[in-house]
């Protein structure tokens, strides 16, 4: 019989400069073995200090700093693993108290899939996770305990504080205990102050397991939902977002913000472990039932691979006597190329080709222009590359337009 353990997970949370992680530094590498285990007695005994004795559950601690992004992610699979780890380490099928640090092995984790990421600039809160195990029945109090005690008394005692300093070689501002409830209300709190409350919605949705699916419509145009650990993020070209958004003032600006929030809440979504895909638009994924907005997103989603949204405004089919080919990026100050207008033109100056492409991801632009650079090769031609700077439009702001062609339009 297998044995039965339950757990409740915390962290011990630890502030780093925010001038400190500006500058891009990497936290720091997770600690040894032996550094782990002082560590987790060090924790322990301050636990046991704020909540009173904890002799009857296990207790396990990461020896390392993680960014929140990779604690608080879909199903809580760190709590998952280290749940199962401690079970199989119990000698027979009754449950037993036991303490376990887990921490480097030379270079390498000994838990790959939650080894922390160490990626740039994290932080600037940063957190050592542990958890609390015990038989399911005996949790819940523990639970309440901590939630009403862990945020406003735990503060880490002078001993772990220092422990943590020195063994991580790092100058942290201020430690304190939390449970992973204090740690998605402080997010959610950031988020909105930040302007991103739907983007919580979103989160909560995929985080926990008891949580159904949702659904985000966004004053700009966006439109995102989640199930789980999956994401769609609706994608609309310049011209699908004037049909919805007409009589703007300043189309350029105004789609601008459209990507400019669609790539912030799908790196956020992403930064989380979600997987994200780009979804065709359709009608139905603004459907009263949410089941069936999901259906059409699965059913309109793009392959993860997919690099670009190709829209063709004209192709006559004859590309015998191709002249001139250019190709206008349209950007927008701080946020980068958005989309990409190609004009194929023939020697008499008619258009053979006209189209839109927008980028998908980074990857995407490259792959754009060197797709155009290598169709003018082979064409014998140098491709025209434009950069006015903006996105340029024409007078009735639905449609993009190459340059020159758009100087005599409102853009």
Known sequence: MQNQVAAVPAVLTVELDLDVVAQGQRPPEPLSSEAADSLCWAIADDLQR?????????FVLLGGLYDLTEILRPGLPMVDVLSELYRRSLPDTRFQPQVMAIGADGDAFPIPEIAPRRRPGSGPLLAIPFLFLGEPENMDALGTKLEKNLLEKGRASLKTGQLVQDRFGIKALNLSFATFNDLCALMKIQLEHA??????????????????????????????LVDGAQGFARFLTFSQWATENPGVTDPAAAYGRFQQIQRQYTAGLAAHGLSVQVVEDSADLRDDNLDQALSAARMGAMPAETLEVNEVVTDTGDWSDVAGISLTEHSRPGLGPVAYTVLVRSADDRVIHYANHYPLAPEGIQHIRAQWQDTAARYGLDLEFLQPGDILHNANGDQLLPWPEAMGANH
Not at 213 to 219: D, K
């Open 50 to 58: 704020i909540l009173g004795p904890l002799n009857d559950y296990g």
């Open 195 to 224: 302007e991103f409350g739907p983007l919580w919605t979103l989160l909560e949705a995929a985080l926990f397991t008891s949580q159904p699916p949702a659904r985000v419509e966004l004053p700009e145009g966006n439109l995102l």
